[in-house]
């Protein structure tokens, strides 16, 4: 997989169809999904917040596919064992991955991958 670059690791913007802000929190390895190898790809979306917050799912889920597609397909590695998944997490807060925090606005999509192309998968 690609490291991000400085500028992403900076929490520099990453552009979606709604134009809200978005910047990469982190990626998780999953080892043992259900699916199998699963990438986690987590951006904070502060403007999917419940309070505030200007996109609402249809939205944001539009977001999700662009970022599997343009942001995350082309960082899963071309050697060495391929994820069967990745998903693709928006958070309107910082959030260690596996905490519980109701308060917390989330959005999950899963997608698999095909032919070089993210397919959504249903939870």
Request: glycine fraction near 8%.
């Given at each position: 997989m690609t490291d991000p670059t400085p500028a992403e690791a900076?929490?520099?913007?990453?552009?979606?169809?709604?134009?809200?802000?978005?910047?990469l929190m982190d990626v998780i390895w999953n080892e043992q999904g259900p699916e199998g190898l699963t990438l986690r790809f987590r951006f904070l979306a502060p403007e999917i917040a419940r309070e505030g917050g200007t996109i609402g799912y249809e939205l944001a889920a539009e977001d999700m596919m662009h970022l599997c597609q343009t942001y995350a397909l082309p960082r899963v590695p071309n050697t060495g064992p391929q994820p069967a998944q990745i998903v693709i997490s928006l958070s309107d807060r910082p959030l260690v991955f596996g905490a519980t925090a109701p308060e917390?606005?989330?959005?999950?999509?899963?997608?698999?991958?095909?032919?070089?192309?993210?397919?959504?998968?249903?939870?």
């Open positions: 900076e929490g520099a913007l990453i552009a979606v169809p709604s134009g809200q802000p978005v910047t917390a606005t989330q959005f999950f999509e899963a997608y698999s991958l095909e032919n070089g192309t993210c397919i959504w998968e249903m939870f």
